[in-house]
């Protein structure tokens, strides 16, 4: 199976992005979806994940408060609403699933995206 990715683009400090995924087989299920970014030249970081169920939610330190991570059932399709962003919040977003635990490694995680690129422009 293969985690769609969508959403990225352009877009100035203080500005928002929603970006959604969703995986190629409509009934795929797993057990939590997560977010990771990567910047050039660095690896894949932790961003946010969530249960299969909508609940319990994941997020990195330096996104609390920013990023909001949902799920809606009907679509089976996770979202990840970015506020506030920032110039360091610039990178390739990758969703991934996994059908064991989240533990906030992308060593947890066996299916992963293409990735959808964000920019925050200062």
């Known amino acids: 199976v293969q985690l769609q990715a969508y959403g990225g683009g352009l877009v100035q400090a203080g500005g928002s992005l929603t970006l959604s995924c969703t995986p190629s087989?409509?009934?795929?299920?797993?057990?939590?979806m997560g977010w990771f970014r990567q910047a050039p030249g660095k690896e894949r970081e932790f961003v946010s994940a969530?249960?299969?169920?909508?609940?319990?939610?994941y997020y990195g330190n330096s996104r609390r408060g920013r990023f909001t991570v949902s799920r809606v059932n009907a679509k089976n399709t996770v979202y990840l609403r970015m506020n506030n962003l920032k110039p360091d919040d610039t990178g390739v977003y990758y969703c991934?699933?996994?059908?064991?635990?989240?533990?906030?490694?992308?060593?947890?995680?066996?299916?992963w995206g293409q990735g959808t690129l964000v920019t925050v422009s200062s």
């Open positions: 969530i249960a299969w169920r909508g609940s319990p939610t």
């Open positions: 991934a699933a996994t059908s064991g635990t989240q533990d906030y490694t992308t060593a947890d995680y066996a299916y």
């Open positions: 087989e409509r009934t795929f299920t797993y057990n939590y």
